[in-house]
């Protein structure tokens, strides 16, 4: 029943920007603590930005922490990411997802990811 689609993601150049949303229906959006994940070719599924349900607290990895920025409209049940100054090693499949308690990746409700690619 619950459905997240991610959209927003391209090709961009070496310190381009841009900006992932997220549409989830299906749960009471409101009441969870969300994320954005990605995953690299090579490498595990990690969570990159996390916000707690009201929106008043964020929390980001420390590969991007100072250029991306995690937001929400509990409104409309959405989730965005701003990402500016992109690096090649940004490039990754980008999946939003409920943020865990334990800091686990989950291990369901993923949606089909939107691909960012970084490359000049």
């Known amino acids: 029943q619950v459905q997240f689609v991610e959209s927003g993601g391209g090709l961009v150049q070496p310190g381009g920007s841009l900006r992932l949303s997220c549409a989830a229906s299906?749960?009471?959006?409101?009441?969870?603590?969300m994320g954005w994940y990605r995953q690299a070719p090579g490498k595990q599924r990690e969570l990159v930005a996390g916000?707690?349900?009201?929106?008043?607290?964020?929390d980001y990895a420390d590969s991007i922490k100072g250029r991306f920025a995690i937001s929400r409209d509990n409104a409309w049940s959405t989730l965005s990411l701003q990402m500016s100054s992109l690096k090649p090693e940004d490039t990754a499949l980008y999946y939003c997802?409920?943020?865990?308690?334990?800091?686990?990746?989950?291990?369901?409700?993923w949606g089909q990811g939107t691909q960012v690619t970084v490359s000049s």
């Open positions: 997802n409920f943020q865990t308690a334990d800091g686990r990746v989950p291990v369901r409700d």
């Open positions: 299906g749960v009471r959006f409101s009441i969870y603590a």
């Open positions: 916000i707690s349900p009201n929106g008043d607290i964020t």
